[in-house]
């Protein structure tokens, strides 16, 4: 996917439409994924492949989320925020820390640890834990 500069009526259009649950919007999540890649550009750029993945791991999440319930978001600019702009926000705070390692408790579905992953520069070590006490 390439990030196309949204209008604010066309993003608002695109959140508002989809504000009712966590639908199968497969390629639907770029708007909201490159929405967020702007506002962080040029302090934060992401890179068109990242865009990509961001957008394939929020596909599967809400997929998942309706079999299991992996994360409290109800709506895809819920899901958005916590996991793309959550992980840029510390990915952009912590870019001059001498020591970047991060252990993301609670991962649950994995935010923000997997993306933070893909938008880390330069690269981090990250670790998601999450206990699910009725695993087997």
Known sequence: PTCRRLTTASAAFAVERWEMGLPR???GWEPLVCQVASA???ALPVATETTAALVR???LVAEWNARVDL??????GELVDLFVADAAVIAQ?????PKRRWVDVGSGA???AIP???????PADIEGRD?????P
């Open 57 to 59: 791991l929020l596909a």
């Open 40 to 42: 962080l550009a040029p």
């Open 116 to 122: 933070l992953a893909g938008i880390a520069s330069p």
């Open 25 to 27: 919007l497969g390629s």
């Open 93 to 97: 705070g912590s870019r001059d820390a």
């Open 71 to 76: 994360t409290a978001a109800r709506s895809p």
């Open 131 to 135: 206990e699910n006490p009725n695993a």
């Open 110 to 112: 994995g935010a923000p």
